[in-house]
Antibody
Framework: QVQLVESGGDVVQPGRSLRVSCAAS????????MHWVRQAPGKGLEWVAV????????YYADSVKARFIISRDNSKSTLYLQMNSLRPDDTALYSC????????????WGQGTLVTVSS | QSALTQPASVSGSPGQSITISCTGS?????????VAWYQQHPGKAPKLMIY???KRPSGVSNRFSGSKSGNTASLTISGLQAEDEADYYC??????????FGGGTKVSVL
């Protein structure tokens, strides 16, 4: 069955960097657009970024543009989010989600990995 | 990318119907037939309940239905059950491969 497993969350100081990963299994990873969505503790969902199936197109929310970089390795069925210049308001559970090609909904989600930005 | 507006909470008795609204703008909800609804139980990953405004994924109860009028989308849950108690989020495509979520609605079954 479809599995999305995030890892790499940690406690980091403001201004530092962190990379989180999402390992996919149970489906052909290279057929799907992939997203990162975050949820601050006790708050709602916020879309962060999307990458096309072949990795050639990437789009970001204004709140993370120029600081975060989404990437993927289709040979490893793994999605990444490189987070730079982290701020306290980036503290959240970061989840990956898949979107079938040419659609605009998040069909499957991972359980998330917690990133805490604090001094 | 302003968040869509949802009521903070909605409640109903078992068997009743409730409707959750999701108000956006002509840049998102009003421009595209691409609103989705997600159910999230505490500590769990969100689950897709409605997509493309009115479509139900396989396996989702037909008690859940979606609609839209102008810049406002709605999710209706009919025959409310205890298991429906959860947070519900709307999400709209907003152009240029970007997406915007609503603030979430807590549904309580009285």
């Amino acid at each position: 069955q479809v599995q999305l497993v995030e890892s790499g969350g940690d406690v980091v100081q403001p201004g530092r960097s962190l990379r989180v990963s999402c390992a996919a299994s149970g489906f052909t990873f290279s057929d799907y657009s992939m997203h990162w969505v975050r949820q601050a503790p006790g708050k709602g969902l916020e879309w962060v970024a999307v990458i096309s199936p072949d990795g050639s197109s990437k789009y970001y929310a204004d709140s993370v543009k120029a600081r975060f970089i989404i990437s993927r390795d289709n040979s490893k069925s793994t999605l990444y989010l490189q987070m730079n210049s982290l701020r306290p308001d980036d503290t959240a559970l970061y989840s990956c989600a898949r979107t079938p090609w040419a659609t605009h909904f998040f069909e499957s989600w991972g359980q998330g990995t917690l990133v805490t930005v604090s001094s | 990318q302003s968040a869509l507006t949802q009521p903070a909470s909605v409640s109903g008795s078992p068997g009743q119907s409730i409707t959750i609204s999701c108000t956006g703008s002509s840049s998102d909800v009003g421009s595209y037939n691409l609103v989705a609804w997600y159910q999230q139980h505490p500590g769990k990953a969100p689950k897709l309940m409605i997509y493309d405004e009115v479509k139900r994924p396989s396996g989702v109860s037909n008690r859940f239905s979606g609609s839209k009028s102008g810049n406002t989308a709605s999710l209706t849950i009919s025959g409310l059950q205890a298991e429906d108690e959860a947070d519900y989020y709307c999400c709209s495509y907003s152009g240029t491969s970007a997406y915007v979520f609503g603030g979430g609605t807590k549904v309580s079954v009285l």
